[in-house]
């Protein structure tokens, strides 16, 4: 919808400035209010753009264990059974390989 106002504001806006044959109504001159809106046009063409590629973000990947745990990704087990715990992890990793890809 911004793009479909943009392009009105630059038909009127070269309406003003190159159609009409008198330059003024009341001493308000109308070939700057053309250029003006003009301008206003193609800046409201252009700043839609800008935005859509600014707001395109990319999530951080866990960079640590504890990055991962903080994120609710892994979950820390208590120190109950080192053997069971020590499995958890090797499976923690695993995953945390095929989430990024590299498995």
Do not use: C, K, Y
Request: glycine fraction near 8%; charge should be positive; aromatic fraction near 2%.
């Amino acid at each position: 919808m911004p793009i479909v106002g943009a392009i009105a504001l630059l038909v009127v806006g070269a309406i003003l400035t190159f159609a009409l044959t008198s330059e003024s109504i009341n001493g308000l001159d109308l070939t700057v209010v053309g250029i003006i809106l003009m301008l206003a046009g193609v800046a409201g063409l252009l700043l839609p753009l800008l935005m859509r590629t600014r707001q395109r973000s990319i999530e951080p990947v866990a960079g640590s264990r504890q990055d991962a745990i903080d994120d609710g990704a892994l979950v820390e087990l208590p120190d109950t059974d080192h053997a069971l715990q020590s499995q958890r992890r090797a499976q923690d990793r695993r995953r945390l390989w095929v989430r990024r890809g590299r498995l």
